[in-house]
């Protein structure tokens, strides 16, 4: 019974540390994606997203602490599968005019705060480039490593670390205060100092060359953040980099009054609005040791929605009106109505809506809590009609002012009416006043006589049908598709042959068959309820080099020829070698099932610097090892793989020498020595460190396939070391204590099954 509930309790503790910390100090060597509920995997995915981490760069931490490549993979699958969860609003977050459901529904529309993505995208860090210059007026202090150069007459090189007390050593100089002191200030001190000693120096015989190698790393509070706290970075970091790495502003942090606090001071309040809209960078100043970055939560906010070039949330600050804030949004898009901009308000009980039009938006002050919404202008237009149909050049025409467009004069705009036109009516689809339509019939043959009952004057929007006499636009029709080199409709004619229409086409294609099919509508004047045949079709062996069949079969109009394909026709399939073989390139698949050996003697074989324990096979982006020994004493195995299209062979070049890496004292490449253990190549590489785990060491070969440690009777035995292997070291699981509050719930529940399992086995 003990043993039991010890059981349950391991796997209850495991399963729940596990979706609270996951990838922290664990390892994943026995990790099992279906041992998880759903609940747990989005606990999981909410963890990464809070950290900024895709599944991208889980990859190499998951597989450093022992988690397999299939385990991974459905790990993966599981993850994408989970329904998208929406970021919560936090309960204690000042309610200042955008409520819980608002942000629901703006996350529902892709809005964000203007100005979170300085914060959400990766390849923007603000990080300080440390490659250059000094600028003159940095500060120097404890830490920094300062770089002396002499060179001419007298010459020396020295590099020293400014100390605890403020000084750098200089051999023969002695101790030289800098610290506090700006670059350039202290340049010249040193340089007064050290001419002293170096005499050359003061007769510009040699010249010194003073720089910083490394700049010391200063604290950093930063409180309001997503990730508020402290914070090391390099001297050189400003206050755009210090929000970078916190994250940036919270859910309810301000973007527009950030402050720099230095000495218990505000010395500057930061705009990140100034940097968003203008690129200025003023407020981007170079933090110091122990400043503080203190973002409060926002005062107001509105949001802009409608015909705006960057619809989203927007910050206010007092006083500032809507055009100001239509200016931070990069104005209005060309399709804005302007007229009318609708904003939507909360008063103390309920909602009310005030229209702005093009003379007063500007000066509008917003409030707190704003929907601002610019409508877009109307889909129609003043002055446009349009013809449809049997003209040669149908589409929109203009209707100017005070101008009488009747029908015969817009027929004449579009170039006439064609042959195989419907005289007998054309129609007027006419939107009234209401915005409802309606069809004025009229007889077009009238109409081009001028007889005013049907030559009618054209209202804007009118839009004039003009039909096709179906049974001449049918007679016309006739198309074919299948294997010629240009498918398609084409005009008819009579005493039109197949032959007519295969040249038409552009005639057979290299893929054709010999085999035709014409389709043909049933025409038959008594009706047959009976017969339920509509179609009748034509099957012809059509020589391409004697067309004699196809000359003699004469088409119909609305005949529909299809031209079939040759069975056995395929468009070859290829695959790639490449690498340490004598003929690389690709090579097409000329059977159903073609082994990797068939293929690597069509290749001509392997070269002498091939590497034969390291071929792989790249399918799908996943690689899959080569047992080249296994394949060569037994081909007609299934190690000896069936390779499919797209297939990447790879044949990399001997190796000689074996990597270690992971958690060990540094990581090195080491020369291959044949029979050596891998505690060898350990020994090499310093030894593990202290959260090294040996016993889960495991070998990742060059072919791709991985080897890991073993226990028999309490002997271990290591993988065998080959040329090309990689060694690697997982971190030791941390053992956590457990909280009062975790000892005391795990208590509850291990009681509750005791008292079950007694009254079962009771």
């Known amino acids: 019974m003990n043993r039991f509930l010890f059981a349950l309790f391991f796997i209850f503790y495991s399963l729940f540390s596990f979706s609270q910390d996951f990838l922290q100090d664990k390892d994943l060597s026995q990790f099992k994606s279906d041992q998880f509920s759903d609940e747990q995997l989005i606990q999981i995915s909410k963890e990464l997203k809070a950290k900024q981490m895709t599944l991208e760069q889980v990859e190499p931490l998951a597989l450093a602490k022992g988690m397999s490549m299939n385990e991974f993979i459905k790990f993966k699958a599981r993850i994408q599968a989970l329904p998208q969860v929406s970021n919560e609003v936090k309960k204690d977050a000042p309610d200042n005019g955008v409520t819980k459901n608002d942000v629901v529904e703006l996350a529902k529309k892709n809005m964000v705060v203007f100005g979170s993505e300085l914060f959400t995208t990766k390849s923007l860090s603000f990080e300080p480039n440390q490659n250059m210059p000094t600028a003159p007026n940095y500060i120097l202090g404890p830490g920094d490593q300062i770089e002396l150069v002499l060179y001419g007459v007298q010459q020396f090189n020295h590099t020293s670390y400014i100390s605890k007390n403020g000084t750098v050593n200089i051999p023969n100089v002695g101790d030289i205060f800098i610290s506090g002191l700006t670059f350039e200030a202290a340049k010249s001190k040193l340089k007064k100092q050290i001419s002293g000693i170096y005499s050359t120096l003061s007769s510009n015989s040699s010249k010194l060359s003073v720089s910083v190698a490394n700049y010391r790393t200063i604290l950093v509070t930063i409180i309001g953040a997503q990730q508020s706290g402290n914070y090391r970075l390099s001297a050189m970091s400003t206050v755009y980099n210090a929000l970078h790495v916190a994250g940036g502003p919270n859910e309810i942090g301000s973007y527009r009054k950030i402050e720099l606090i230095r000495n218990n001071k505000v010395i500057r309040q930061i705009d990140l609005y100034q ?102 202008i109307l889909d129609r237009y003043e002055n446009r009609v349009q013809i449809k149909g049997a003209v040669y050049r149908p589409g929109v025409y203009s209707l100017l002012p005070n101008q009488i467009l009747t029908v015969k004069k817009l027929i004449e705009k579009a170039d006439g009416l064609k042959e195989n036109v419907y005289l007998q009516k054309a129609s007027i689809v006419r939107q009234k006043e209401d915005l409802t339509k309606e069809y004025i019939s009229i007889n077009l043959q009238a109409a081009i006589n001028e007889k005013p009952e049907a030559n009618l004057a054209l209202q804007k929007e009118d839009v004039l049908l003009i039909f096709y006499n179906q049974e001449l636009l049918d007679s016309y029709k006739i198309s074919i598709d299948g294997e010629v080199r240009s498918p398609g409709s084409y005009a008819h004619a009579a005493g039109m042959s197949l032959y007519d229409l295969l040249l038409e086409a552009e005639y057979f294609t290299d893929k054709a068959a010999s085999k035709i099919t014409i389709y043909r509508n049933k025409k038959d004047p008594n009706f047959n309820p009976n017969d339920l045949e509509k179609i009748v079709s034509f099957d012809l062996n059509v020589d391409p080099k004697n067309p004699e069949v196809a000359e003699k079969f004469l088409l119909e109009p609305l005949d529909h020829v299809v031209v079939r394909r040759i069975v056995t026709y395929e468009t ?24 990797f050996l068939e293929f690597l003697n069509r290749t001509g074989g392997l070269t002498d610097e091939a590497d034969s324990r390291a071929i792989k096979i790249t399918r799908n982006g996943l690689n899959i090892p080569i047992d080249w020994e296994g394949i060569s004493r037994k081909p007609k195995s299934s190690i000896n793989l069936i390779l499919e299209p797209g297939d990447l062979v790879t044949v990399p070049k001997k190796k000689q020498t074996v990597i270690v890496s992971g958690n060990v004292m540094f990581d090195t490449e080491v020369p291959y020595k044949k029979g050596k253990s891998l505690k060898y190549y350990l020994k090499n590489a310093g030894g593990t460190s202290d959260k090294g785990w040996l016993k889960k060491v495991y070998v990742v070969h060059a072919n791709g396939s991985a080897s890991s440690s073993s226990s028999f009777l309490g002997f271990r035995s290591y993988p065998k070391i080959l040329p090309g292997s990689k060694i690697i070291v997982p971190e030791k699981p941390e053992k956590s204590k457990m909280t009062t509050g975790e000892i005391i719930g795990i208590s509850s529940i291990l009681t509750s099954l005791a008292g079950i399992l007694l009254a079962v086995f009771k």
């Open 572 to 595: 070859p399939q290829m695959v790639n070698f490449s690498g340490e073989i004598l003929y690389p390139g690709n090579y097409a698949i000329t059977k159903k099932e073609e082994h």
């Open 275 to 376: 940097f968003l809209t203008k690129g200025n960078q003023s407020d981007n100043i170079s933090l110091e040791d122990n400043d503080i970055v203190r973002i409060p939560s926002y005062d107001a906010r509105v949001v802009l929605e409608g015909e705006i070039k960057h619809p989203g949330i927007y910050e206010l600050l007092g006083g500032e009106s809507l055009q100001q804030i239509i200016s931070y949004a990069s104005g209005f898009t060309e399709n804005a109505y302007k007229n009318r901009i609708l904003v939507k308000q909360k008063t103390a009980s309920e909602l009310k809506v005030t229209d702005l039009n093009e003379l007063t938006f500007a000066g509008y002050i917003p409030k707190s809590g704003d929907v601002i919404n610019i409508d877009k």
